[in-house]
Antibody, heavy 118, light 110 residues
Framework: QVQLMESGGGLVKPGGSLRLSCAAS????????MSWVRQAPGKGLEYLSY????????NYADSMKGRITISRANAENSLFLQMHSLRVDDTAVYYC???????????WGQGTPVTVSS | QTVVTQEPSFSVSPGGTVTLTCGLS?????????PSWYQQTPGQAPRTLIY???SRSSGVPDRFSGSILGHKAALTITGAQADDESDYYC??????????FGGGTKLTVL
């Protein structure tokens, strides 16, 4: 079955960096667009970024544009999110999600929590 | 800035029917935005319910249905059950690799 497992979250100081990973299994990873979505404590879901199958097409939401880089390693069935210049308001659970038909999220990981605090 | 609007909260009686809506601040929602709906209970990952306006995701009971009602996307739950008590999010695809989530609706079943 499809599984997505995020890792790499944790406590980081403001201005710091973090690299999140998402390990995929149960499907042919290289056939699917992938994305990152986050959820701040007590808040709603927020789309961050997506990457095409080969990594050639990428887009970012305005909220973190310039501070995040999405990438993937198809040979390793892995998705990544490099984050830098982190702020307190970046504190959230970060989910990776598979994209289907290029327009909706069909499977989600359990999320990895990121806390930005001094 | 595109804003996707949802009712902050809604209440339904067990066995009742409820329709949650998803609007756009500056336009009518149509199928071209490929509305999708997600259910989330506290501490859990979202679960995909509806995609492409009215297609049910695998394993989703047929008491969940999606549609366009007037100028909004809609999620209707028919015969609400206690475990339908969750947060529900709609998402609109704006094109160009941009998705916008609504603020979510907290559904209470009581």
């Amino acid at each position: 079955q499809v599984q997505l497992m995020e890792s790499g979250g944790g406590l980081v100081k403001p201005g710091g960096s973090l690299r999140l990973s998402c390990a995929a299994s149960g499907f042919t990873f290289s056939d699917y667009y992938m994305s990152w979505v986050r959820q701040a404590p007590g808040k709603g879901l927020e789309y961050l970024s997506y990457i095409s199958t080969g990594g050639t097409t990428i887009n970012y939401a305005d909220s973190m544009k310039g501070r995040i880089t999405i990438s993937r390693a198809n040979a390793e069935n892995s998705l990544f999110l490099q984050m830098h210049s982190l702020r307190v308001d970046d504190t959230a659970v970060y989910y990776c999600a598979r994209l289907r038909q290029g327009n909706y999220f069909d499977y989600w990981g359990q999320g990895t929590p990121v806390t930005v605090s001094s | 800035q595109t804003v996707v609007t949802q009712e902050p909260s809604f209440s339904v009686s067990p066995g009742g029917t409820v329709t949650l809506t998803c609007g756009l601040s500056s336009a009518s929602v149509s199928t071209r935005y490929y509305p999708s709906w997600y259910q989330q209970t506290p501490g859990q990952a979202p679960r995909t319910l509806i995609y492409n306006t009215n297609s049910r995701s695998s394993g989703v009971p047929d008491r969940f249905s999606g549609s366009i009602l007037g100028h909004k996307a809609a999620l209707t739950i028919t015969g609400a059950q206690a475990d339908d008590e969750s947060d529900y999010y709609c998402v609109l695809y704006m094109g160009g690799g941009i998705w916008v989530f609504g603020g979510g609706t907290k559904l209470t079943v009581l």
